[in-house]
């Protein structure tokens, strides 16, 4: 008598669960996750470059470190490899470029670094002009396009991350929250022909 009770709770349970998942649509939990987007190809004269950005890169936990005045870098991976009919694809350009975010509570602004775009740090006092200037990639230089030939296949990888952030011993205690703010987007991939 108690094994049909207990069988009549595991499919209650079960049922709800199904209904759930059934009911609420899997794009809610897909928008909270860091993705690529607006990922481009494009050359000058000299160069192949790319251009790209990263969507709900910043959640509450992160918007709140930053307003702690704890840096935050973004790191982002771009590699190009030429394809070839084998298993092996032979790695021609691999770039790591990092952005910084600093607030300062007593100017009320924001400080960007982006050593691979300008010399010299942006500031600004609007929390939305600092993360697109954190988000958005433009105009990155991957390989001069002498290096490429004619008519043979390639692929860009790209990635982005949140580097994790290393506290002073005595600042864990107050932001235990930092291990739930990290991200990594997933590799995306484009394959094009020179």
Same mark, same amino acid.
């Given at each position: 008598?108690?094994?049909?009770?207990?069988?009549?709770?595991?499919?209650?349970?079960?049922?709800?669960?199904?209904?759930?998942?059934?009911?609420?649509?899997?794009?809610?939990?897909?928008?909270?996750?860091?993705?690529?987007?607006?990922?481009?190809?494009?050359?000058?004269?000299?160069?192949?470059?790319?251009?790209?950005?990263?969507?709900?890169?910043?959640?509450?936990?992160?918007?709140?470190?930053?307003?702690?005045?704890?840096?935050? #870098?973004? &790191? =982002?991976?771009?590699?190009?490899?030429?394809? +070839?009919?084998?298993?092996?694809? $032979?790695? %021609?350009?691999?770039? *790591?470029?990092?952005?910084?975010?600093?607030?300062?509570?007593?100017?009320?602004?924001?400080?960007?670094?982006?050593?691979?775009?300008?010399?010299?740090?942006?500031? #600004?006092? &609007? =929390?939305?002009?600092?993360?697109a200037?954190? +988000?958005e990639v433009?105009?990155? $230089?991957? %390989?001069?396009?002498? *290096?490429l030939?004619?008519?043979?296949?390639?692929?860009?990888?790209?990635?982005?991350?949140?580097?994790?952030?290393?506290?002073?011993?005595?600042?864990?205690?107050?932001?235990?929250?930092?291990?739930?703010?990290?991200?990594?987007?997933?590799?995306?991939?484009?394959?094009?022909?020179?």
């Amino acid at each position: 008598m108690k094994q049909k009770g207990a069988f009549k709770t595991y499919y209650t349970i079960l049922i709800l669960i199904i209904c759930f998942n059934l009911l609420v649509p899997t794009h809610i939990f897909a928008d909270i996750n860091a993705v690529l987007t607006n990922i481009k190809l494009a050359n000058t004269r000299d160069d192949l470059l790319t251009y790209f950005e990263v969507k709900n890169a910043f959640k509450d936990k992160t918007v709140q470190a930053v307003q702690n005045g704890i840096p935050t #870098t973004f &790191s =982002f991976y771009v590699s190009l490899y030429k394809t +070839t009919s084998n298993l092996f694809d $032979k790695k %021609i350009a691999d770039i *790591q470029i990092k952005s910084t975010v600093k607030y300062n509570s007593l100017t009320k602004e924001y400080t960007v670094s982006r050593p691979w775009k300008d010399d010299k740090p942006a500031v #600004t006092k &609007s =929390f939305e002009k600092a993360q697109a200037w954190m +988000t958005e990639v433009d105009n990155l $230089k991957v %390989i001069p396009l002498d *290096q490429l030939i004619k008519g043979d296949k390639y692929q860009i990888r790209i990635k982005a991350e949140l580097e994790k952030v290393t506290l002073p011993l005595s600042l864990h205690y107050i932001f235990f929250f930092v291990s739930f703010w990290d991200f990594e987007t997933d590799w995306y991939v484009i394959n094009f022909t020179y």
